[in-house]
């Protein structure tokens, strides 16, 4: 730990710098009274925000390890499932369409072994997400559904380095012809270099045919939930401190046609009943990760479900008409509240417990829609308002979020308007006091989306910058915004992997890095008081944005002080006769916008902590993020 005065700080600035800068900085007056809290600092201010949008589920959160695990077919073949024939084995594959184990997978990979023997197998390989994941000393859950003609009596299941063709792992897995049956197998690592450059083989050393469908290798998961996620990225998402989870989108929610939308139903109980459906950023998503693992991923945070629900609108602007048409999506809406919230006595309720969950989950906000403001048809309010009077009749108790403004009677009035804000850095920096004016005596703000954007795949400081100015404004203004999160919050780096440039996480099979924006969010979130203090500042430059929140437990003032410049930012600071302690600083720093991190160098920049004394003056750096936690004594 570095231990800094605000003016060694300032001469850590290389001489040149600091002279032209220096001289162009004003000093500006900065006061805060923490004794006069002026509104409470909204309990659930910040969340996550996640979506199937960059391979964040199928390739990302979710665990499962192995692409196209249910088999479907493309006018490619089975995609991601290839033939092994080793020395003389003789063997085909082909998707069947007429053959699979479920309605629900009704089709499989059909595999014909014609000739095989010991040392000349044959067999199928998967190639996982961008390769398979293996680490050291790990347990892999193997599993698939197999329907077996012929003498074939047993697979051998291998995961080979793609390189070197090295076994890291194997196992036997007897099976018996006649109807599909699932099989099971655990297999183990020894010592190795963790690597993702690897693959699943399954093979035979006998003749006949082999179907097969929902097949699953999982690595283990984060708090070792099965058929759970990927522990790297729920450790990043624990250290943002997070309130909520927004879920399940986005416009994975509405999907681009009216049969695409996010049909809760088939995204629970066992894999094989999961059809999957079409998302809309371009590939199929399985669904392996469905509703109950988005609840089970909230109480794995300790933090609670925002839950959107389908409000009847698809992106290609097709809508269902309010009335008779809806109902069957209201309904889906009342039964969908059931299943994460009901008691066991109630129908959804008992569902969910049959598919491994039985207490239920704590919520208190229901999101109608999402992004309505493109349906140019006018439907909204009216599909708002069917569905918010028939929830509000059943579930009284839950604050009601509409996407866009709505027109509609007393009754079906939204709680909360869900507002959107994706901008560069300049724009974001022009929409810090968006909020500061606006009338308190109407519906409260979800800032449901929102980021800076200019780096790709993963922000950029200038990003962070952006994101940092923001932030002040929304703790400045958290009687009104009740909570926010930033979209997208995930993206698999890997060439094709990306369908949105700006995104918060960034990660391959094995990896992942935290972007400038990402710590400055940790940052923000994990230094949040319960309480505004009153406060003004003047004479600052253009781009210098502060915050304070005012801890009432701990009596600690959180100051956060953000200069986008490139001039040093100097404060007289008046506490207002407060006697303030040594303080925690910590500090998140770059040369400039354009410095950022990725998987190859993914901490180059991270903040830095040491302790201050804030004392009556303070220089804030050139392109610093300052958080201060100043004890209040
Ligand atoms: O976050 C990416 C997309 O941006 C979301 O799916 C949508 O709601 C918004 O337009």
Request: charged share 20%; proline share 6%; with cysteine.
């Amino acid at each position: 730990m570095t231990i800094m005065t605000s003016k060694s700080a300032l001469f850590a600035f290389p001489l040149a710098l600091c002279f032209a800068a220096c001289a162009s900085a004003q000093t500006a007056q900065l006061s805060i009274d923490p004794g006069k809290i002026v509104h409470p600092v909204s309990p659930m201010l910040y969340g996550l925000m996640t979506e199937e949008i960059n391979h964040s589920y199928d390739g990302g959160l979710y665990a499962e390890l192995l692409g196209n695990h249910t088999f479907r077919p493309t006018w490619e073949g089975v995609v991601g499932w290839g033939l092994v024939r080793n020395g003389n084995a003789k063997a085909s594959v082909v998707p069947d369409k007429a053959t699979g184990p479920s309605k629900a997978l009704p089709t499989s990979l059909k595999l014909t072994v014609t000739e095989a023997s010991s040392g000349n197998e044959a067999g199928v390989t998967n190639a996982g997400y961008w390769g398979i994941p293996v680490k050291p000393k790990s347990t892999y859950q193997l599993s698939f559904y197999a329907k077996v003609d012929g003498s074939i009596d047993s697979v051998h299941a291998r995961l080979v380095g793609n390189g070197t063709g090295a076994t890291l792992a194997e196992g036997n897995i007897p099976v018996h012809a006649g109807a599909w049956s699932r099989y099971q197998i655990a297999l183990g690592t020894g010592t190795l270099e963790a690597s993702a450059d690897n693959h699943l083989e399954l093979t035979f050393a006998k003749t006949g045919t082999f179907w097969i469908q929902a097949a699953s290798l999982m690595p283990p998961t984060f708090n070792n939930r099965p058929n759970g996620l990927r522990t790297d990225l729920m450790e990043k998402m624990a250290a943002m401190h997070p309130k909520f989870v927004r879920l399940p989108g986005g416009n994975y929610l509405e999907g681009d046609r009216l049969e695409d939308w996010y049909d809760w139903h088939e995204t629970i109980g066992p894999l094989v009943d999961r059809p999957g459906h079409q998302a809309p950023w371009s590939y199929w998503s399985t669904d392996g990760l469905g509703l109950l693992e988005f609840l089970e991923w909230t109480e794995d945070l300790k933090v609670e479900p925002v839950l959107a629900v389908y409000a009847g609108y698809a992106l290609k602007h097709d809508y269902i008409k309010p009335g008779p048409d809806l109902e069957p999506y209201v309904q889906a809406a009342i039964d969908e509240v059931e299943y994460a919230t009901g008691d066991v006595s109630t129908k959804w309720g008992a569902q969910r417990a049959k598919d491994g969950h039985s207490a239920p989950f704590p919520l208190h906000y229901i999101e109608i829609g999402n992004e309505d403001e493109f349906d140019k048809s006018g439907s909204y309010s009216g599909r708002f308002a069917q569905f918010a009077l028939a929830l509000r009749k059943k579930y009284p108790q839950y604050k009601l979020i509409a996407t866009d403004k709505v027109t509609v009677e007393k009754a079906a009035e939204p709680d909360v308007i869900d507002d959107h804000y994706y901008k560069s850095p300049a724009d974001m920096f022009d929409l810090v006091h968006r909020y500061d004016d606006a009338p308190r005596n109407g519906m409260k703000v979800f800032v449901g989306e929102w980021a800076t954007r200019s780096g790709s795949p993963t922000p950029n400081f200038g990003d962070a910058l952006g994101d940092a100015a923001w932030m002040t404004g929304l703790e400045r203004n958290s009687d009104l915004i009740v909570m926010a999160s930033y979209a997208p919050l995930l993206v698999n780096v890997n060439p094709g992997g990306m369908q949105w440039p700006t995104d918060l996480i960034g990660y391959d099979a094995l990896k992942s890095y935290g972007s400038p924006s990402y710590y400055a969010q940790c940052l923000f979130a994990a230094h949040l008081g319960d309480g505004v203090p009153q406060s003004t500042i003047s004479g600052a430059g253009d781009r210098f944005f502060y915050s304070a929140t005012v801890s009432s437990s701990d009596h600690v003032l959180h100051l956060k002080l953000v200069n986008a410049s490139n001039h040093p930012q100097t404060l007289a600071v008046d506490m207002k006769g407060a006697k303030t302690g040594a303080a925690k600083l910590y500090t998140l720093h770059s040369g400039g916008y354009f410095a950022t991190n990725s998987m190859t160098n993914p901490d180059s920049i991270k903040p830095l902590e040491s302790t201050v004394n804030l004392g009556s003056s303070r220089t804030v750096a050139p392109y610093t993020i300052e958080v201060l936690d100043v004890p209040l004594r």
